[in-house]
């Protein structure tokens, strides 16, 4: 077993890569292709790592191992029941947070740090969200 302070630090350096970058790749996507009007943690239920708030529409993007991504989630070798744990609380949060946020009337995109790879399709799915509105969201030429 880890000491509580290790087992910390240890999550510190997972959580730390992972949420930044995810949302950093996310945030250089919408420079790129100009799209503007979004806000960070917004503070509404979840705190949603990106808000379009006129039209409520809440991005998230789950990292593949704090999310438990059945494609890239792997359990770290020591410790698998605190870990096991740890990402079904993790998950459960983010089904409560996507319940509450719909109820409230937002449109919830939630999107794997994997996916951030296609572009396009992230693009898409957000346009989608916004019901195509180009003032806000300008595509690149699909292919
Ligand atoms: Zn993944």
């Not at 799915?125 to 969201?137: F, K, Q, S």
């Amino acid at each position: 077993m880890f000491t509580a302070t290790k087992r910390s630090q240890i999550m510190a350096s997972i959580r730390g890569k992972g949420n930044k970058e995810t949302e950093v790749a996310l945030a250089s996507i919408f420079r790129r292709n100009r799209v503007r009007g979004w806000r960070r943690h917004l503070p509404v239920r979840g705190n949603p790592d990106f808000a379009f708030v006129k039209e409520r529409v809440a991005i998230f993007v789950d990292g593949c191992f704090w999310h438990g991504c059945r494609a890239h989630s792997r359990l770290p070798k020591s410790n698998q029941e605190y870990w096991e744990k740890k990402l079904a609380r993790n998950r459960r949060r983010d089904r409560a947070v996507t319940r509450d946020l719909k109820k409230n009337g937002w449109h919830v995109v939630r999107l794997w740090q994997h996916e951030l790879k296609k572009e396009n399709d992230v693009l898409l799915r957000i346009r989608n969200a916004l019901n195509g509105d180009p003032r806000i969201v300008r595509l690149p030429r699909l292919k």
